[in-house]
């Protein structure tokens, strides 16, 4: 019989059976010699014991001294995933403790550590003297890893997942780079620990070359801190995120202060959200932006947001209720816009429920309460603070009759209060608004061997009234013309504007669905008034007694390619509004491209027509590189907005990310510039890294 195993517990380790554990021994051949303590095992041994595993050429175990003297090659994973090779070892019998000759430590299957000697202590601590540490492949030609740490002594704290480095010399292929007296690292098994995160060198046209230097600190198993500096020749800047993780929630705050030479005195800004969960099926939900001017975000690349909102809310949302209050605190960033007339506060809360009446059908009713706030008095435009308090009730019913015709109608009924403050030019006032339609839709399937064909013509008749005086239109000036708007009873986003009058809706939908993955749509649409509605602007394509043509169609290939576009069109064939919006997904690409056209419309505060294209994506060339562009280019001034061009590489020990970007608009308060970044990351020391990136060939 080639292998020979043995339970051993009771002659091999005497102390495992005090715990109550067994060590299984294989090996080609045991010898026992007479009159000794000793036991031999040779060819092929491998011992298991107590989750680790050994395997070794030979064994020899002394039972006076309680030692195993082990030749090479040897192989040891341990039970908390360590691996250790070596060409001869002296181990206790429990293999915690002993010595390791011309041996190698590898953490979590990716960093390794070669030393000329590995002391094992306690089961806890591991010590290797005159090390070399990397988690970049390593050739037997000699030539030297991309980058390696060298040290007098490296111990490795099994219990606190930390290796700790004396005299460290950090090197790149070969060349020393950096030296350390001391330095302490996470080993790879850590996802979250205190230390230096990978920095970041970061030039741009206003701030100069610079530098950031991300400090983690891991404040527990639920919250953490990340400080950075950023120095360069024009700021001082500290930057600052704080996490923390709740039973119920969660909350982030991050924010800056700066000193700069762009604008005096001091700069800075602050984001927070968090939510929460307070049972019941109630959220609360928060959100805080703010920032000291208007240039800040985008001078120090935080976002390019022109508008801020800071939030509160609570809500309920049951599959029959809805509840909701919230309060907003608007910040414009826009030059031409003042805070103060925003309105810069807006309040609400909602309740809306849901029902089945005898009559059958859907009855939604409710309540709500809106309140603008402005901290100046009313200025030219004689708008003030303003209350609404308001209530409705709407009823739908859907029914199928004779050939399949769809026949729904519906009826809705809501009262508004409007009060304003003494300096506004608008009066109190009350409003009652009714609304009732009749839509019929004729759906027509046809199914072949391909794909399924749908064709739904639909005609729907509404009719709106409405007593009392017209409010103040603060929320409801832009509006869209789209497949959702077609047949709604009022195409107003919000409630202070309202449609009146009898009007009909025409739409007709076509829609195939094929065997193959291909799936695509089109709609065509149209309003028609009675009387027409002052308050659509031009571009909404709702203006005058009769829409402009609705045009909105979709396509799915089912490989990962998506294309969906809108557009209106007025009787003279002149296209009022258009957008197109591109999306293509696949092993090497991932692609988003939009088109917008808006004319110009004083309406809408637009003085020029908006023609613009973006482009957002990304391309793998193999598995070590990757490229990124993105990019806003002005159809209209022929001119770009914005461009930037990311460059990515990678290996099993190196992640290196390049971009630069060019912010080509101005204005008064922000100027064009570039932006160039670097970031170089070690894989294998924790942070998350998972080194996937493909080995270097040792035959280059």
């Not at 102390?15 to 060590?23: C, K, N, T």
């Not at 020749?233 to 700069?260: F, K, N, P």
């Not at 239109?473 to 959702?484: G, K, R, Y």
Request: aromatic share 8%; with cysteine; glycine share 10%.
């Amino acid at each position: 019989m080639r292998r020979l195993v043995l339970i051993c517990l009771l002659w091999l380790w005497p102390q495992a059976l005090a715990a109550q554990a067994s060590a299984t021994l294989l090996a080609d051949r045991v010898i026992v010699p007479p009159g000794s303590e000793r036991l031999i095992a040779e060819g092929n041994v491998e011992v298991f014991f107590e989750g680790t595993r050994l395997s070794a050429a030979r064994i020899t175990y002394d039972r006076g001294t309680d030692r195993l003297a082990i030749t090479g090659p040897i192989f040891i994973r341990t039970q908390a995933g360590e691996i250790l090779t070596a060409e001869r070892a002296n181990l206790d019998a429990r293999l915690e403790n002993g010595l390791l000759r011309g041996a190698r430590l590898i953490l979590d299957d990716r960093l390794q550590l070669a030393a000329d000697r590995i002391d094992r202590v306690g089961g806890r601590y591991t010590q290797l003297s005159r090390s070399a540490a990397t988690s970049c492949k390593v050739c037997d030609d000699g030539r030297p890893p991309l980058w390696e740490i060298r040290a007098a002594r490296v111990i490795h704290d099994q219990q606190a997942r930390q290796l700790f480095f004396e005299n460290a010399r950090f090197r790149v292929y070969g060349v020393p780079i950096l030296w350390l007296p001391r330095l302490r690292l996470p080993d790879p098994s850590v996802s979250r620990a205190t230390g230096v995160l990978a920095p970041e060198l970061r030039t741009t046209d206003q701030l100069g070359p610079g530098i950031k230097l991300p400090y983690f600190i891991r404040l527990g198993d639920h919250r953490d801190l990340t400080v950075t500096p950023y120095i360069s020749t024009e700021t001082a800047t500290l930057e600052a995120r704080y996490r923390q993780a709740y039973l119920r929630g969660e909350i982030e705050v991050s924010g800056a202060v700066t000193r700069d030479s762009l604008v005096d005195g001091g700069r800075g800004y602050l984001f927070a959200d968090g939510a929460f969960r307070l049972g019941g099926g109630t959220r609360l939900r928060f959100d805080v932006e703010t920032a000291s001017d208007d240039a800040y975000l985008l001078d120090y690349g935080i976002n390019g947001g022109d508008r801020l909102d800071s939030e509160i809310s609570l809500s309920r949302i049951t599959d029959r209720e809805m509840r909701r209050a919230h309060l907003t605190l608007y910040q414009s960033l826009r030059a031409a816009e003042d805070n103060d007339r925003l309105p810069p506060l807006v309040a609400e809360a909602r309740r809306e429920r849901r029902t089945t009446p005898a009559i059958g059908g859907t009855l939604s009713y409710g309540a709500g309460l809106e309140g603008h706030l402005r901290t100046l008095d009313a200025g030219p435009d004689g708008l003030g603070d303003t209350l609404r308090a308001g209530v409705w009730a709407d009823w739908h019913r859907a029914h199928v009759a004779g050939p399949g015709l769809v026949l729904e109608t519906r009826a809705g009924l809501r009262l508004d209060h409007y009060a304003f403050s003494p300096d506004a030019s608008a009066r109190d006032t009350t409003r009652t608004t009714g609304q009732a339609a009749v839509t019929l839709r004729y759906p027509l399937i046809r199914q072949d061997a391909r794909a399924a064909h749908v064709l739904e013509p639909v005609v729907q008749l509404a009719w709106s009234g409405q007593s009392g005086d017209t409010p103040p239109n603060e929320d409801s000036v832009t509006a869209e013309f789209d497949q959702a708007s077609l047949l709604a009873l009022s195409r107003f986003p919000g409630e202070d504007a309202a449609e009146t009058g009898t009007s009909a809706a025409l739409g007709l939908s076509w829609s195939r669905r094929g065997q193959a993955g291909w799936h695509s749509r089109l709609t065509f649409g149209r309003v028609l008034r009675t009387t027409e509605n002052p308050a659509f602007t031009h571009t909404s394509g709702l203006d005058g007694a009769a829409s402009d043509w609705l045009i909105a169609g979709g396509l799915d290939t089912g490989t990962g390619l998506g294309l969906r576009g809108r557009t209106l069109i007025d009787d003279g064939l002149a296209v009022t509004r258009a957008e197109a919006l591109l999306d293509w997904r696949t092993r090497r690409i991932d692609l988003a491209a939009g088109y917008i056209f808006l004319p110009k419309d004083a309406d809408e505060d637009r003085s020029k027509a908006v023609r613009e294209i973006s482009l957002d994506g990304a391309y793998r060339f193999n598995d070590r590189w990757a490229a990124g562009l993105d990019m806003r280019y002005d159809l209209a001034d022929g001119s770009p907005s914005t461009a930037g061009l990311e460059l990515g590489w990678r290996n099993e020990c190196v992640t290196v990310d390049f971009s630069v970007s060019r912010r080509f608009t101005s204005s008064t308060t922000v100027q064009p510039t570039t932006d160039f970044g670097l970031v170089v990351g070690l894989n294998g020391f924790s942070s998350g890294r998972t080194g996937e990136g493909p080995a270097r060939s040792c035959q280059d």
